[in-house]
T-cell receptor, first 117, second 110 residues
Framework: GAVVSQHPSRVICKSGTSVKIECRSLDFQATTMFWYRQFPKKSLMLMAT?????????EQGVEKDKFLINHASLTLSTLTVTSAHPEDSSFYIC?????????????FGPGTRLTVL | DAKTTQPPSMDCAEGRAANLPCNHSTISGNEYVYWYRQIHSQGPQYIIH???NNETNEMASLIITEDRKSSTLILPHATLRDTAVYYCIVRGNTGNQFYFGTGTSLTVIP
């Protein structure tokens, strides 16, 4: 199947710093990518939709100034957690659909474990 | 998007078939049913999806009831590596977003 990668796989940072997470579609182009976060023993929660060439769309309750999303190309989306605090510690996962139809499969990255000290 | 209801946990003996049910009684006519699984600390892995016909691939079979209000994912010969959380998702027809429910934690027992 299609491959989606994330970098880094885990990151530890100090409170107040910003952290950038990359999501790449390796063998297909994705005009749309999605960002999720997952707290321990909880399900995935959709944060935002990343759109190539336009602004991201954020789910209700997600601070757009806190979680900056840039979809620079058809194969790369980045999520920057600005001024990170311990409560931002979570497992961040991206996904990308292989096409624009609702019948197209969506593939997920391996996730990035963020720990804010 | 249609919501899904799954049992929180299930056990299955190694080598036996694992049957994971999912209710999606408010599904719309053009919404697909997707199944993913997540092994601890990894990203979700695609398993299978379908609209109204039963589907089978190398990983699993998907049985969708005629009224489309429920479905069952079948892992024909469960192995220990199938221990994971299984998510049944109904794909929204207004976009590509996937909204995850709580899933079923499947434990395959030796």
């Amino acid at each position: 199947g299609a491959v989606v990668s994330q970098h880094p796989s885990r990151v530890i940072c100090k409170s107040g710093t910003s952290v950038k997470i990359e999501c790449r579609s390796l063998d297909f182009q994705a005009t749309t990518m999605f960002w999720y976060r997952q707290f321990p023993k909880k399900s995935l929660m959709l944060m935002a939709t990343s759109n190539e060439g336009s602004k991201a769309t954020y789910e209700q309750g997600v601070e757009k100034d806190k979680f900056l999303i840039n979809h620079a190309s058809l194969t790369l989306s980045t999520l920057t957690v600005t001024s990170a605090h311990p409560e931002d510690s979570s497992f961040y996962i991206c996904s990308a659909p292989t096409g624009g139809r609702i019948s197209d499969t969506q593939y997920f990255g391996p996730g990035t474990r963020l720990t804010v000290l | 998007d249609a919501k899904t209801t799954q049992p929180p946990s299930m056990d299955c003996a190694e080598g036996r078939a694992a049957n994971l049910p999912c209710n999606h009684s408010t599904i719309s006519g053009n919404e697909y049913v997707y199944w993913y699984r997540q092994i601890h600390s990894q990203g979700p892995q695609y398993i299978i999806h379908g609209l109204k016909n039963n589907e089978t691939n190398e990983m699993a079979s998907l049985i969708i009831t005629e009224d489309r209000k429920s479905s069952t994912l079948i892992l024909p010969h469960a192995t220990l590596r199938d221990t994971a959380v299984y998510y049944c998702i109904v794909r929204g027809n207004t976009g590509n977003q996937f909204y995850f429910g709580t899933g079923t934690s499947l434990t395959v027992i030796p």
